[in-house]
């Protein structure tokens, strides 16, 4: 088992930053693969990146390459998403998932999953 504790979310401009992070317990931290997903009103839930359980490999949603950076401290048993020029599209609500497997999360999804944090982008 693997609880996830997501924060970070708020309120920001266009064009602007923010930074979640993903609070992880219950299993050792650096032997789960980590990723961000999203869902928008009326909408799917959606990857956005993924990194392995070492952060030695990384893969993105085409939307947010360039301007979302995934990492991860393992000492710190957490994982964050740097969003960066912020647009009204990224609006929504930001899951941290988990699985054994790094590439589970962008093709089947995880295993498990934190509750969300809204991240709400203003025009």
């Known amino acids: 088992q693997v609880q996830l504790v997501e924060s970070g979310g708020g309120l920001v401009q266009a064009g602007g930053s923010l930074r979640l992070s993903c609070a992880a317990s219950?299993?050792?931290?650096?032997?789960?693969?980590l990723g961000w997903f999203r869902q928008a009103p009326g909408k799917e839930r959606e990857f956005v990146a993924a990194?392995?359980?070492?952060?030695?490999?990384?893969y993105y949603a085409d939307s947010v390459k360039g301007r979302f950076i995934i990492s991860r401290d393992n000492g710190k048993n957490t994982a964050y998403l740097q969003m960066n020029s912020l647009k009204p599209e990224d609006t929504a609500v930001y899951y941290c998932?988990?699985?054994?497997?790094?590439?589970?999360?962008?093709?089947?999804?995880?295993?498990?999953w934190g509750q969300g944090t809204q991240v709400t982008v203003s025009s």
């Open positions: 998932g988990a699985d054994q497997y790094y590439y589970n999360l962008w093709r089947r999804g995880p295993d498990y």
């Open positions: 219950g299993r050792t931290f650096s032997s789960v693969a």
């Open positions: 990194i392995s359980g070492r952060g030695g490999a990384t």
